[in-house]
T-cell receptor, first 116, second 111 residues
Framework: DGGITQSPKYLFRKEGQNVTLSCEQN?????MYWYRQDPGQGLRLIYY?????DFQKGDIAEGYSVSREKKESFPLTVTSAQKNPTAFYLC?????WGSGANYGYTFGSGTRLTVV | GQQVMQIPQYQHVQEGEDFTTYCNSS?????IQWYKQRPGGHPVFLIQ?????EVKKQKRLTFQFGEAKKNSSLHITATQTTDVGTYFC???????????FGPGTRLSVLP
């Protein structure tokens, strides 16, 4: 079955450490996204990429970095510069070109990051 | 920039009662999507509306896109405990590349 896989499900990080969250999709979707969700809050866009080797900052990119070396993969690094990294991180993908009626986002199951 | 609002923020209903959440955009939208996120889960795509005044139904769920394409609503008839979760709308305006998500409406259903 096609889908998006995020790992790990839970992650604990010490202050001052960088950590990388994995996101892989086998849906052949063009675009991939990273969102941050805080308790009781909506989704805030961190970074997105519509083609390989290209990505753009979202609304809250400071303290984060990404890469898109393969169409299937879009890892997110939470750097030590991120002041308040404890949150639920969601990766998503979407088909943005071509025919078809469904251009909805497919989300992964998320990674809960806690800074200790 | 584009802003998407949703009301109410929270809604508690008795099982069997109806529920409606409203989504309003600061700009005219080309598309609007709706998602459901169960507690502890991830958002799941429900539907997309693209035409002015469009109404779509999925079993007990009715989705509507406003005539001016600046607002939308999701109505659930006779809620069930399985309807519990947060409902998000996401709008795409004519200039944007990405959908902007609303803050969501959290629905609780009391048995």
């Amino acid at each position: 079955d096609g889908g998006i896989t995020q790992s790990p499900k839970y992650l604990f990080r010490k202050e001052g450490q960088n950590v990388t969250l994995s996101c892989e999709q086998n849906l052949n979707h063009d675009a991939m996204y990273w969102y941050r969700q805080d308790p009781g809050q909506g989704l805030r866009l961190i970074y997105y990429s519509q083609i390989v080797n290209d990505f753009q900052k979202g609304d809250i990119a400071e303290g984060y970095s990404v890469s898109r070396e393969k169409k299937e993969s879009f890892p997110l690094t939470v750097t030590s510069a991120q002041k308040n990294p404890t949150a639920f991180y969601l990766c998503a993908s979407r088909r943005v070109w071509g025919s078809g009626a469904n251009y909805g986002y497919t989300f992964g199951s998320g990674t809960r990051l806690t800074v200790v | 920039g584009q802003q998407v609002m949703q009301i109410p923020q929270y809604q508690h209903v008795q099982e069997g009662e109806d529920f409606t959440t409203y989504c309003n955009s600061s700009t005219t939208l080309s598309n609007i999507q709706w998602y459901k996120q169960r507690p502890g889960g991830h958002p799941v795509f429900l539907i997309q509306l693209v035409k002015s005044g469009e109404v779509k139904k999925q079993k007990r769920l009715t989705f509507q896109f406003g005539e001016a394409k600046k607002n939308s609503s999701l109505h659930i008839t006779a809620t069930q405990t399985t309807d519990v979760g947060t409902y998000f709308c996401a709008g795409l305006d004519n200039y944007g590349q990405n959908f902007v998500f609303g803050p969501g409406t959290r629905l609780s259903v009391l048995p």
